[in-house]
C-alpha cells in the first residue's frame, strides 16, 4: 500500500491514466448495454459537419453558461465567508450527481447479465429480461445510492486520509467522465471542451480562480481555524484536488481528460469506419495527444506558479479527434 500511494503522489499521470481507466470501463459498458440514452435539445438540421456543429455548439452553451455561472456563485460564497453553506452544497450537488451515475453505470451490467442468463433460474435472479428487468431497477439504484454516499463522504471528511480522498476522486471523475462521454454526443462534446479550455484560461488567470487561490494566500498564517465549527476554504477545495507530492490536479481536469478519451472509444465503437479497430484509431492518438498536451503544461509549470490544466491538452486532443473525424 505505502508502494502505491507513493507512485500515485510522485507524478500526475499515472492518477490521470487510472481515471482514464475507470471512464473506458463506463464507456465500454454503454456500448455493450445500450441502455443509456444521448441526450440533446437542439438537434442538427441536417448530417452534415456544418449543422452538426451549430447544434453542437448550441447544446455546449447550455452546459457551459451554468458551469461559468456557478463558478461566480461559489466566488460570492467564498467572499462572503459562507463556507458551511458552501461545504452543505457541494456534498448536496455531489450525493445528487454521484447517486445518478453509479445508479445508471450500474443498471448496464445489470442489463446484461438480463439477456444472458438462462430462463431457468428463479425470478429474482432476473430470468425474463422483458418482465423482470424493469422491476428490479431498484438494486443499482440502491447501489448507487450508498456508493455516492460513501465517496462523498470520504471526499468531504477532514478526518479521511490522503490516499483515501485521492482514490475516491479518481473514481468519481472516471466514472463522471465516462457517463458524459456516453450521454453526449461528439460535437458537444468537442465545442464543451474547448469553450471549457478558455474559460479555464481566464478563470485562472483572471477569474474566480485567482481570486480564491489569493484568498487562500492571504489566509495562510492568520487565525482562519479560530471557530472549529467552521470549515476553512482550504478544507473544502482540497476536496475537488488530487493531492501529490508537491503539486495538484483539480477535479475539473481529471473529468474532462477521461470524458475526451472514453468519448474518442465511444465514437470508434459506434463509428465503425474502419471495422473493429477504428475505436483504437481514435483513442490512442487522442490520449497520446493529450498526455503531449499535459507535459508541455507540467513544464511551463516549472516558469509560473498557477497554469489552467485544460487549454493546451484540450486543444491538441481535441485537435486530433476533429482531424481524425475529417480523415477517416
Known amino acids: 500500500m505505502a508502494f ?45 459537419t456544418k449543422e452538426q456543429a451549430q447544434a453542437g455548439f448550441l447544446n455546449a452553451l447550455l452546459l457551459v453558461v451554468p458551469g461559468v455561472v456557478g463558478s461566480f456563485i461559489i466566488l460570492y460564497l467564498v467572499r462572503k465567508g459562507s463556507f458551511n453553506f458552501l461545504l452543505s452544497m457541494y456534498r448536496f450537488l455531489f450525493f445528487i450527481l454521484g447517486g445518478m451515475v453509479f445508479y445508471l453505470v450500474g443498471d448496464g451490467p445489470l442489463y446484461i447479465l438480463s439477456e444472458r442468463i438462462p430462463t431457468f433460474l428463479p425470478s429474482y435472479l432476473l430470468t425474463e429480461p422483458v418482465i423482470v428487468y424493469p422491476v428490479n431497477w431498484d438494486a443499482p439504484l440502491g447501489a448507487g445510492i450508498v456508493f455516492s454516499a460513501i465517496i462523498t463522504g470520504v471526499l468531504f471528511n477532514p478526518h479521511a486520509g490522503r490516499l483515501q480522498k485521492n482514490l475516491s476522486l479518481l473514481l468519481f471523475s472516471g466514472m463522471l467522465g465516462g457517463f458524459l462521454a456516453i450521454v453526449l454526443y461528439t460535437w458537444t462534446v468537442l465545442i464543451v471542451l474547448l469553450l471549457l479550455s478558455l474559460y479555464d484560461l481566464y478563470a485562472v488567470f483572471y ?7 489569493n484568498m487562500f494566500i492571504e489566509m495562510r498564517g492568520s487565525n482562519e481555524k479560530e ?13 475537488l484536488t488530487y493531492q501529490g507530492e508537491g503539486w495538484e490536479l483539480g477535479m475539473g481536469d481529471l473529468v474532462f481528460y477521461s470524458l475526451l478519451t472514453a468519448h474518442s472509444t465511444y465514437y470508434g465503437l459506434t463509428h465503425p469506419l474502419i471495422g473493429g479497430i477504428t475505436w483504437a484509431l481514435f483513442l490512442l492518438p487522442v490520449s497520446l495527444a493529450l498526455f503531449v498536451g499535459f507535459y508541455l503544461t507540467e513544464l511551463l509549470l516549472e516558469r509560473y506558479h498557477l497554469l489552467p490544466g485544460l487549454p493546451i491538452p484540450m486543444g491538441l486532443g481535441v485537435g486530433t479527434f476533429i482531424a481524425l473525424m475529417l480523415l477517416l
Open 207 to 213: 477569474g474566480p480562480i485567482k481570486e480564491i487561490v
Open 227 to 239: 471557530n472549529k465549527s467552521v470549515p476553512t476554504p482550504r478544507e473544502i477545495f482540497s476536496s
Open 4 to 48: 502505491l500511494e507513493s507512485k500515485l503522489m510522485e507524478r500526475p499521470y499515472l492518477p490521470i491514466f487510472i481515471t482514464i481507466i475507470f471512464a473506458l470501463f463506463v464507456s465500454l459498458l454503454g456500448v455493450a448495454s445500450e441502455i443509456i440514452p444521448q441526450a440533446q435539445v437542439f438537434t442538427p438540421e441536417g448530417e452534415g
